[in-house]
């Protein structure tokens, strides 16, 4: 079947720490990976998204790259700002149906 | 602009009340799709529906309706058979040609 696993939060980190949110994959044929962003109280967003193996996505000064071989597309950023803190999640795209990881909230303190 | 709209942000009802949630897109995407989030938690699938008048099941289908008559709309009918029904309410669509989903801002339903 179609599942997303991502690193359980909260993640709490300082202001231009390095971050990297884990999230691995299990799909049948060629998903699309995805990275969304929640604020409180809204709607995702799309963060950057990857269509094929060793595609890179990016955005805002987040990364992730889709790696077929270890089944995975970890999220990082060189250098978080407060304004990052939000809930994040990886998904997935088979089919015409999307699979959604449970979440990770990140903090980033001053 | 284009983009998604659910209505009301807020919403209380009082328990074995049927209520309907509204989403209304003008992306002119085919796919509108219900999720459900609840606190901490990821997004589960409600229903989805790829074409007017056609819709399915998703996994967590029991104690909810749907309808699909315009391509713009497809409201969500929360029913008094669904045992736990407060939660965050996401609907979101996406077109053939994009390979990503567009999120409304959601309603936030609680059952008193």
């Known amino acids: 079947g179609n599942s997303v696993t991502q690193m359980e939060g909260p993640v709490t980190l300082s202001e231009e720490a390095f971050l990297t949110i884990n999230c691995t994959y299990t799909?049948?044929?060629?998903?699309?990976l995805f990275w969304y962003v929640q604020y409180p109280g809204e709607g995702l967003q799309l963060l950057l998204k990857a269509t094929k193996a060793d595609d890179k996505g990016s955005n805002k000064g987040f990364e992730a790259t889709y790696r077929k071989e270890t089944t995975s597309f970890h999220l990082e950023k060189g250098s978080v700002q407060v304004s990052d803190s939000a809930v994040y999640f990886c998904?997935?795209?088979?089919?015409?149906?999307?699979?959604f990881g449970s979440g990770t909230k990140l903090n980033v303190k001053p | 602009d284009g983009g998604i709209t659910q209505s009301p942000k807020y919403l209380f009802r009082k328990e074995g009340q049927n209520v309907t949630l509204s989403c209304e897109q003008n992306?002119?995407?085919?796919?509108m799709y219900w999720y459900r989030q609840d606190p901490g938690q990821g997004l589960r699938l409600i229903y989805y529906?790829?074409?007017?008048?056609?819709?399915q099941k998703g996994d967590i289908a029991e104690g909810y309706s749907v309808s699909r008559e315009k391509k713009e709309s497809f409201p969500l009918t929360v029913t008094s058979a669904q045992k736990n029904p407060t939660a965050f309410y996401l609907c979101a669509s996406n077109g053939p040609e994009w390979n990503e989903q567009f999120f409304g801002p959601g309603t936030r339903l609680t059952v008193l």
């Open positions: 992306l002119n995407h085919d796919a």
């Open positions: 998904a997935l795209k088979n089919f015409n149906k999307f699979y």
């Open positions: 799909a049948t044929g060629y998903p699309s």
């Open positions: 529906s790829q074409i007017v008048n056609d819709f």
